[in-house]
């Protein structure tokens, strides 16, 4: 079975595309990537079953780089993905696509914000050390 983006009425021809994905610092790409699987997405569960292939046709993208994008979404936050399988005709079972799972926006932004900020901490950690090394250096003991 094919897991293909269906879609919907012609009265919910539209996805919501939160504000704060901007601030998140995603590349070109993996925005475009997101987007995708938010217009995919059952509303519902939050999932959605498109392959690599499927949405690098429609973003114009290999499905290679669409890979990438996907990890990079993971990375982040905004996105789970767990492997399916799927049985043939012929009672074989075969990889399918990943199940993509949309996280809740304000779990990306909570990551992003605790990364921001450790990262600050280290800067500021580097610089007071480098201070302390500079007085030993100037006046050694």
């Not at 392959?51 to 994008?69: C, E, F, L, P, Q």
């Not at 799927?86 to 779990?107: A, C, E, H």
Request: with cysteine; net charge positive; hydrophobic share 35%.
């Amino acid at each position: 079975m094919l897991w293909k983006c269906v879609k919907p009425p012609a009265a919910k021809r539209f996805f919501p595309l939160p504000n704060e994905i901007f601030s998140l610092g995603l590349s070109p790409g993996a925005l475009a990537v997101y987007s995708y699987l938010l217009y995919c997405e059952d509303r519902k569960t939050y999932q959605c079953y498109p392959s690599y292939t499927s949405i690098g046709k429609s973003v114009n993208m290999s499905a290679n780089t669409v890979r990438k994008y996907a990890a990079e979404l993971e990375e982040r936050g905004l996105v789970v993905t767990e492997p399916t399988s799927v049985m043939t005709k012929d009672g074989r079972k075969r990889n399918g696509s990943l199940r993509y799972t949309i996280l809740p926006i304000r779990n990306a932004v909570d990551l992003h914000n605790q990364r921001q900020l450790r990262q600050l901490e280290e800067t500021t950690e580097r610089m007071r050390v480098g201070k302390k090394l500079e007085a030993i250096k100037e006046h050694p003991a």
